[in-house]
């Protein structure tokens, strides 16, 4: 059974930082690209970040460019998402998402965790 737990969630000022991690287990995690997406109360989910299953490339949304950094520790079927610079309007659930394709779009990707709420206050 595959499993993708996140946690690191929480509340945090604007201008803050949280770490969110995912563990995978299940599935040969080396083998997947990862990802990261967010959805806000009331709008899609959205494109955060990617990392290939090696870790040498990844791919940012726009948003979050310069703020956020997607990395992955294949031993220990973990990725990370370091957020500083924290604003209000990052404030949504946050998924990971483990697939074949190395992609921005959700139907890229084949599993996916039950999400951990990140709360920006102003």
């Known amino acids: 059974q595959v499993q993708l737990i996140e946690s690191g969630g929480g509340l945090v000022q604007a201008g803050g930082s949280l770490r969110l991690s995912c563990a995978a287990s299940g599935l040969t995690f080396r083998s997947y690209a990862a990802g990261w997406f967010r959805q806000a109360p009331g709008k899609e989910r959205e494109f955060v970040a990617t990392i290939k299953w090696s870790g040498g490339s990844t791919y940012y949304a726009d948003f979050v460019k310069g703020r956020f950094t997607i990395s992955r520790d294949n031993a220990k079927n973990t990725v990370y998402l370091q957020m500083n610079s924290l604003k209000p309007e990052d404030t949504a659930v946050y998924y990971c998402?483990?697939?074949?394709?190395?992609?921005?779009?959700?139907?890229?990707?084949?599993?996916w965790g039950q999400g951990t709420q990140v709360t920006v206050s102003s």
């Open positions: 998402a483990a697939g074949t394709d190395y992609t921005t779009t959700t139907r890229g990707y084949n599993y």
